[in-house]
């Protein structure tokens, strides 16, 4: 079963920036189209941003210019880098596959607030 570890939230000040990391375990995870979502309490989980295991990318318009993912076959990661930061920003931050899941992994807490 694969496991996910997202990592690198905290706290910052509107305007600041963040980067975020996703390992993944015990799957070819080079094969498969990854994404970042996020989620505040009360609402739906979004998606943030996509990387295709050929490293094709797009993004949510809220974040575009401002987030890019990337990712390292080689370590099964993803990064999420999350400039311009705002209070709009802030929930927690999840790692996945797409278009069908793995287990959800305990996200990363991102609070952007002065």
């Known amino acids: 079963q694969v496991r996910l570890v997202e990592s690198g939230g905290g706290f910052v000040q509107p305007g600041g920036s963040l980067r975020l990391s996703c390992a993944a375990s015990g799957s070819i995870f080079s094969l498969y189209t990854m994404c970042w979502y996020r989620q505040v309490p009360g609402k739906q989980r979004d998606l943030v941003a996509r990387?295709?295991?050929?490293?094709?990318?797009n993004y949510a318009e809220s974040v575009k210019g401002r987030f890019t993912i990337s990712r390292d076959n080689a370590k099964s990661t993803v990064y999420l880098q999350m400039n311009s930061l705002n209070t709009e920003d802030t929930a927690v931050y999840y790692c996945?596959?797409?278009?069908?899941?793995?287990?959800w992994g305990q996200g990363t807490q991102v609070t952007v607030s002065s």
């Open positions: 996945n596959k797409y278009p069908t899941y793995w287990n």
């Open positions: 990387i295709t295991s050929y490293c094709a990318t």
